[in-house]
């Protein structure tokens, strides 16, 4: 499939041009401001990525480096090649950047091209008389600025916008400061779960584009499928037909009488419809045209466990008035429609038990759904390493999981094309948003300018997927900049309020409008949502803000909390109609430590371990800031002491093993209690539509919330999320401080569902209790809805909380979404009534077998339960167990598969494999 990704793009680039010379074909050298350092360089490429290939400097993933390298983005880096292939018949030449990070100076055969100050944007340049004028041997030569000294040089001008410095300091930085004022990925200047490397460099391909006379060179394209009429936030109309916009961005002259043309396919080839795009518009820069398409002529695209992801061709040609092609594209995309619904709950709703307030939810294909999923950081700290098997690696452990939905966070890049494609083939729908993120952004006119340039061209250019799911404006703006600059400076709080709207409202709503109609727009990750929408205003969305009623409930919820006295307490946990973050952190395992941190360092408390830790962020560049760094490695710690075995291994590097593992099994526990507890609110007053959990993916070895780590080791987290996020679940609700236990199924099918729930009780023994309590055995449960099936008092009824287990399954017949066959759902899941870390536990005698024959491990407890069963392999290899942290019952065998993502053992790795439970943290090496 990626073959097939890779055409399109060349296809989409092709076009009616004399030449196109991709840069990185190019022979380039990077050097350093005083020209010590000049080796050679690649391109797209980024400072850090050439240095360390040329043994300038070490892995800067390595240890300390990150410290230690902070001199490579304190220097500007010039990055210059000799042209090759200029023609010396063209009638113009141009350069087309696709990305630069950030700041440069560019220039040819001595001559200065352009300067650049977005890495988001295209930029392109009319270089048409300087290679004309060149006599000596033309060379092409980027200087790339420093970002930290010129985003500081920015903040020390005269004149430019400042924010309350007390008492909370609003623009907090993570390590390097000053990211508000520079339009580059926000997390390059540190964030909490990775390192500040603000690198430099052409981070994405360009060319060298020469011209005979009428020729056209496609730069972007915008397709917009949606339906007829159909606006931002309106729930579409599903009986209209399907609109698409399809348009060319391009250099060169379109000559007058130009015409479109489209031909829609499915991915067999064969035509589903085609015609000439009517309502063309040709500006001097794009052409756009449309194309009607009946409702039924074409299969819907669904997300993944929802139905099938249909996927088409729409090729489209601008042709001249004597029918020469000028230029053609051909880009995949699907028919769905996805809308963010926050409208006031209707009277209908109230009545059958829904909150007042305002619905936050997603409605695809006209049904409303369930979204599952989690948040995806920028996948590596250097952007152009990331290929595209890795980011499908990544969405299909999405894939894997259950998961519908990934939040594109709002401070990395915007999403590359091979990821949207990927998403469009797998199913998964991808919350994207505007690179703004906890932090106040200045409103100067340039400051707008260059904001909507790269609205434009991202918007546009991800248009065509049909993964696309919602645009957000950035990042914990309304319910955490915007409330802590009420507090620090409430005096101006108006002031603050009118610049949020100027960016988000004036200037980005507008841009992507103008752009794309299919697609939702909420100005921040986490809101509540509008108070009004009326499209005969020039600004049609008022936002609701903080204009809320007791009572009612509105937007998302985004909720973190490190006392982890209050872990499983259900009434801190936050409700809403839809939480969007959600976390805790734990240790990457030992493994992956080892892959990036020296053996002197494998200890808990070591120097390099604590420091790689930004959770709380250092605010500063140095090694000094050590206490921040501390204060997050107690939260972990206390988690595990307060709720499982402590370990205390006396073979130092078993005990740093079973500590990492220990806060992984903390960290899913308590994010599956939190899973549970969102997927019940489906049911419950909140009518909850959706929970993605924080944070997904890695990008070092580190403490983070991420459930994947960096080489693609599934955490705790992410087994549990596997089996937490199955259509039907069955789950226990616990008040810790009443000892009442309620048990709820909940399921996401679209249809009410039947079923059989059975509850056994058990000693850690593995003996069956006897334990009266009120359950339903059999049981119905509606669309996206809940039922309680036990509840009973632990107390009450247990003759001892620290000897018990409660082991609860359900069996159900229900419909899957779009199928007409009824399916079994099974779901299995187990409690205890105390913390694990005071539980009676005993040795579960776990034994493990290999059967190379069915390519599976077999684990069995023979002598009690066992709980967090997990099965551990070495380095060597990156493997995804079908299931692990799973619980298992005396004498209970279970069978393990395996999917192989990378092995250089040449398969030994399975002979290595060993397992545990919790109660083997505590034990003697
Ligand atoms: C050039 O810059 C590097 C890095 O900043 C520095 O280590 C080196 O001493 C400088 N060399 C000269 C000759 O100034
Ligand atoms: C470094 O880059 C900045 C930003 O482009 C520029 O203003 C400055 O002149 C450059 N300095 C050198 C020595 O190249
Ligand atoms: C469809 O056409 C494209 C472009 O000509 C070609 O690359 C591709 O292999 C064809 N696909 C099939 C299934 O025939
Ligand atoms: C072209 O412009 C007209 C007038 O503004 C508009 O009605 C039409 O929808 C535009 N066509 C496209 C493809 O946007
Ligand atoms: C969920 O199920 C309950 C019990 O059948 C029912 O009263 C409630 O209206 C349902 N909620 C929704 C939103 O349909
Ligand atoms: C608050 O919202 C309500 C609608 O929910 C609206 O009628 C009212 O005018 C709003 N108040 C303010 C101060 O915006
Ligand atoms: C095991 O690690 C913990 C956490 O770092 C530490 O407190 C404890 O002393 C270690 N135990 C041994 C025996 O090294």
């Known amino acids: 499939m990626w073959v097939a990704t890779i055409l399109l793009s060349f296809l989409t680039a092709r076009a009616a041009a004399l030449s196109i010379v991709e840069l990185g074909n190019f022979d380039w ?18 400072s850090h990525l050439d240095l360390y290939a040329a043994g300038v400097i070490d892995n800067p993933l390595h240890n300390l480096n990150e410290f230690i390298q902070r001199w490579v983005a304190y220097q500007n880096w010039t990055y210059s090649a000799p042209v090759i292939g200029l023609k010396s018949d063209a009638a113009s030449t141009w350069l087309v950047f696709d990305g630069l990070d950030t700041f440069t100076d560019i220039t040819l055969c001595g001559k200065h091209v352009g300067n650049t100050d977005n890495m988001f944007r295209q930029w392109y340049f009319d270089v048409t008389d300087i290679v004309s004028a060149c006599k000596a041997k033309s060379k092409l030569s980027i200087n790339f600025g420093s970002a930290p000294l010129v985003a500081q040089a920015i903040a020390n001008t005269p004149g430019v916008e400042k924010w309350p410095v007390v008492p909370n300091n609003i623009q907090y930085p993570f390590e390097i400061p000053n990211r508000e004022y520079i339009r580059k990925e926000q997390s390059d200047f540190g964030w909490d779960w990775g390192p500040a490397f603000a690198s430099q460099g052409p981070w994405k391909p360009g060319y060298l584009v020469q011209f005979k006379s009428k020729d056209v060179y496609v730069r972007n394209t915008a397709v917009d499928v949606r339906k007829q009429d159909q606006l931002p936030l309106v729930i579409p109309d599903q009986s209209k037909p399907w609109v698409i916009n399809a348009s060319i961005d391009l250099i060169g002259n379109v000559p007058s009488g130009a015409k479109m043309n489209y031909r829609l396919l499915d991915l067999t080839n064969k035509t589903v419809c085609s015609g000439a795009l009517s309502d063309v518009n040709v500006t001097s820069v794009s052409v756009a045209g449309l194309a009607t398409i009946e409702e039924g002529t074409v299969d819907r695209w669904w997300p993944n466990g929802y139905g099938s992801q249909t996927l088409y061709y729409l090729d489209y040609d601008l042709v001249d008035s004597s029918g020469s092609t000028l230029a053609s594209v051909s880009k995949r995309i699907g028919f769905r429609t996805i809308v963010l619904n926050s409208y006031p709950v209707s009277d209908a709703d109230i009545a059958k038990g829904i909150a007042p307030g305002n619905n936050w939810h997603f409605e695809v294909n006209g049904h409303e759904m369930y979204m599952k999923g989690s948040n995806f950081i920028p996948a590596d700290c250097f952007w152009p390493r990331v290929t595209p098997d890795f980011i499908r690696m990544i969405l299909e452990s999405v894939k894997a999981g259950h998961q519908t939905m990934v939040r594109v966070w709002a401070s990395g890049a915007y999403s590359p094309d091979f990821m949207h494609d990927i998403a469009d083939e797998l199913g998964i729908f991808l919350w994207s948003e505007f690179e703004f993120g906890d932090a106040l952004y200045p409103v100067a006119k340039s400051f707008l300018d260059n904001v909507r340039e790269e609205v434009i061209y991202n918007s546009r250019r991800l248009s065509h997927h049909p993964s696309l799911a919602f645009w957000a404006g950035g990042n914990e703006l309304e319910n955490l900049m915007l409330p802590q600059i009420q507090q620090d400076d409430p005096d101006h709080f108006d002031r603050w309020i009118g610049e949020y709207e100027t960016l988000f409202f004036d200037t980005i709503f507008p841009a992507l409008f103008e752009n794309q109609r299919s697609i939702s727009y909420m100005p921040s990750s986490t809101s509540n949502g509008w108070e009004m929408l009326d499209y005969s205003k ?67 408390n070591s120097s390099v371990v604590v420091l790689r830790n930004h959770h709380y962020p250092s605010g500063s560049l140095n090694t000094s800031n050590f206490h921040n760094s501390s204060l997050g490695m107690v939260e972990m710690t206390l988690g595990i002491e307060r709720w499982l075995p402590t370990p205390m291994k006396e073979d130092s590097l078993k005990n740093f093993t079973a500590w990492c593992h220990a806060t992984q099994v903390f960290q899913g526990a308590f994010i599956k209690s939190q899973i549970e507890f ?75 569902a039947k079923g059989n729930a059975k509850f056994t009780w058990y000693d850690w023994s593995g003996n069956p209790l006897k334990v009266s309590s009120k359950s339903l055995s059999s049981f119905s449960v509606g669309a996206i809805n809940t039922t309680k099936v036990l509840e009973l008092n632990a107390k009450d009824t247990l003759p001892d909380l620290a000897d018990a287990v409660l082991f609860m399954e359900h069996s159900t017949q229900g419909q899957a979404p779009n199928t007409d066959t009824t399916t079994t759902f099974t779901h299995e899941n187990y409690f205890a009534p105390i913390s694990l870390a005071d539980a009676k536990l005993v040795d579960p005698g776990l034994k493990i077998s290999y059967s ?30 079908d299931a692990n942290a799973f619980w298992l019952r005396k004498g209970q065998t279970r069978e393990v598969g395996y999917t192989v993502v990378s092995d250089t053992t040449g398969g030994k790795w399975t002979d290595e494999v060993t397992v545990e439970s919790v109660w083997d943290l505590t034990t003697r090496d």
């Open 538 to 604: 020039p600004i049609p969305i008022v936002p609701r803000l903080y204009n809320t009623t007791a009572g009612s409930i509105y937007g998302e919820t985004d909720f973190y909390n490190y006392d982890s006295t209050q872990s499983f307490n259900l009434s801190a946990y936050p409700v809403g109609r839809f939480s969007n973050e959600f976390g805790f952190h734990s240790m990457p395992s030992r493994q992956s430590w080892q892959q990036q941190v020296d053996p002197e360092y494998l200890n808990f």
């Open 852 to 881: 190379a024959e069915k390519g599976c491990f077999s684990v069995t407890a023979t002598k009690g339960v066992a709980a967090y069963v997990w099965l551990d392999y070495p380095n060597g290899a990156v493997v995804h167990f």
């Open 678 to 752: 969102y997927r019940r609110g489906s049911g419950m007053p909140e009518r909850q539509l959706g929970c993605l959990y924080w944070q997904l993916n890695d990008q070092w070895v580190a403490s983070t919330w991420a459930s994947m780590e960096y080489d693609g080791r599934w955490k705790v987290l992410h087994y549990l999320g596997i089996d937490i996020y199955s259509p039907v679940i069955i789950a226990p609700y616990f008040d810790f401080t009443n000892s009442s236990l309620e048990v709820y199924v909940t399921s996401d099918l679209w249809s009410e």
């Open 29 to 46: 050298t990077i050097t350093s401001q005083n020209k010590s350092v000049s080796v050679p360089a690649k391109f797209p490429s980024l």
